[in-house]
């Protein structure tokens, strides 16, 4: 699968132009499907996906122009038949994989079945915003916050550093963002000390292009890479 993961979604016109070289087409001639899951454990949860969905939210995903849109809720698809879901994910063109919870949403990226499905998405693009971009590497910076959010008596937490590890590298969103602490410089560094893989730090500027393995940066903004010691 082709990724395009960012920070803060389709910012600026660099990672635009870096959209639509994965997507070979214009935004306008492409469908995509919004995977607003990962948002939900958090208070406000149900507004801040119906943001999301309708455009509305500070973050340009869902409102670029695209041919069709719909919604893939992750949390409904153990209870419909796969030959009703699955095929639509096969055609769609990109797959916009919203942020909020880590946890949450790899949770139910597996227990959907989509994280089996996605490898086999040849063509597709996921995009992926935050939550949803950390979702595919192999560790979950967002670890510790997302805890707080395990409801009493769920088996959520167990693995809850782990993510998916659909990409090599890990990722840390937000770099500098005003309002959050963790995204410091330093502190990304000294996380990224303990991970045994590449760790991009981007802020809400950058994205990272993966094709076939290959990794580009696409940024108008700050990024850092620090390497395994």
Same mark, same amino acid.
């Given at each position: 699968?082709?990724?395009?993961?960012?920070?803060?979604?389709?910012?600026n016109p660099?990672?635009? #132009?870096a959209l =639509?070289?994965? %997507?070979?087409k214009?935004?306008? *001639? &492409?469908?995509?499907?919004?995977?607003?899951?990962?948002?939900?454990?958090?208070?406000?949860?149900a507004?801040?996906a119906?943001?999301?969905?309708?455009?509305?939210?500070?973050?340009?995903?869902?409102?670029?122009?695209?041919?069709?849109?719909?919604?893939?809720?992750?949390?409904?698809?153990p209870?419909?038949r796969?030959?009703n879901?699955?095929?639509?994910?096969?055609e769609?063109?990109?797959?916009?994989?919203? #942020?909020?919870? =880590?946890?949450y %949403?790899?949770?139910?990226m597996? *227990? &959907?079945?989509?994280?089996?499905?996605l490898?086999?998405?040849?063509e597709?693009?996921?995009v992926?915003?935050?939550a949803?971009?950390?979702?595919?590497?192999?560790?979950n910076?967002?670890?510790?916050?997302?805890?707080d959010?395990?409801?009493?008596g769920?088996?959520m937490?167990?693995?809850?550093?782990?993510?998916?590890?659909?990409?090599?590298?890990?990722?840390?969103?937000?770099?500098?963002?005003e309002?959050?602490?963790?995204?410091?410089?330093?502190?990304?560094?000294?996380?990224?000390?303990?991970i045994?893989?590449?760790?991009y730090?981007?802020?809400?500027?950058?994205a990272?292009?993966?094709?076939?393995?290959?990794?580009?940066?696409?940024?108008?903004?700050?990024?850092?890479?620090f390497?395994?010691?």
């Amino acid at each position: 699968m082709k990724f395009l993961l960012t920070s803060a979604g389709i910012r600026n016109p660099s990672i635009s #132009g870096a959209l =639509v070289d994965l %997507l070979g087409k214009p935004i306008a *001639e &492409s469908s995509a499907l919004i995977i607003p899951t990962g948002v939900y454990p958090f208070p406000g949860g149900a507004g801040r996906a119906w943001q999301a969905i309708s455009g509305k939210a500070p973050h340009p995903m869902c409102d670029l122009g695209w041919k069709s849109l719909g919604v893939l809720e992750l949390t409904a698809l153990p209870t419909i038949r796969e030959e009703n879901w699955v095929p639509a994910v096969r055609e769609a063109d990109a797959l916009l994989v919203w #942020g909020g919870d =880590v946890l949450y %949403l790899t949770h139910w990226m597996r *227990e &959907s079945g989509l994280a089996d499905l996605l490898p086999s998405l040849n063509e597709s693009v996921y995009v992926g915003m935050s939550a949803g971009s950390i979702a595919v590497t192999p560790y979950n910076c967002d670890a510790e916050f997302d805890l707080d959010f395990v409801p009493d008596g769920s088996d959520m937490a167990v693995g809850a550093e782990r993510a998916l590890g659909l990409v090599d590298f890990t990722l840390y969103p937000h770099l500098d963002c005003e309002g959050m602490e963790d995204a410091t410089e330093a502190n990304i560094e000294k996380w990224a000390s303990g991970i045994p893989v590449p760790t991009y730090a981007i802020d809400d500027e950058t994205a990272i292009k993966v094709v076939d393995g290959a990794v580009d940066v696409v940024s108008e903004g700050n990024w850092r890479l620090f390497n395994p010691s």
